[in-house]
């Protein structure tokens, strides 16, 4: 397990063992208690800037090994992905619209 | 939605609306995802001292109009909790002692 703080800056992989950046910090439904979004920052890596870019938590997946998660999004697939409203925390429409871009359930689903 | 920043500190109430205490952090469950437990900061209001006391994140509801987390854990729950080991984190089995204590369903259910 881990602490809500500590899994802020934790490492974010590609399947191949590539860094691809870190997560920022996570958003959790606060009714549920599930963790909906891990807040990532990419630095620049991925070519879209150290902006911070929500992506659904069930694309990241804990590896023991690499003490880190891995994701298989792809640049392509963040480059596509749809924009980001101000108010994406509370805009389902928006969230729908990034769950079904990645090929994810969503976290309320 | 909160972050994993801001649910720390978050205010915790009884039924009846009195303040009982702070959550200072989250335990997730790694490979789920799930918050597992709320490390809660009583204050000595509940006459458990200022120790930081994790339960199970299943008896947090949160109330939209309080803003904060409503349990119905009773002082006398408390006082007759099984003793936290230190490896709590790790010890699946005073999880499940723990949970059947507080009567909730294990987070990994």
Known sequence: MVSSGDVNGARVYSPTGDHLGNVDHLM???????VAYAVMS???FLGIGADHTPLPWGKLRYDVQLDGYVTDITKE???????????W????TWGQTAHD???VAPYWM
Chains 1, 2 share one sequence.
């Open 28 to 34: 959790i439904d606060k009714q549920s208690g599930r």
């Open 42 to 44: 990419f630095g620049g």
């Open 77 to 87: 697939q963040l480059e596509a992905a749809p924009a980001v409203p101000e108010d």
């Open 89 to 92: 925390q509370r805009d389902r």
């Open 101 to 103: 871009h990645y090929g």
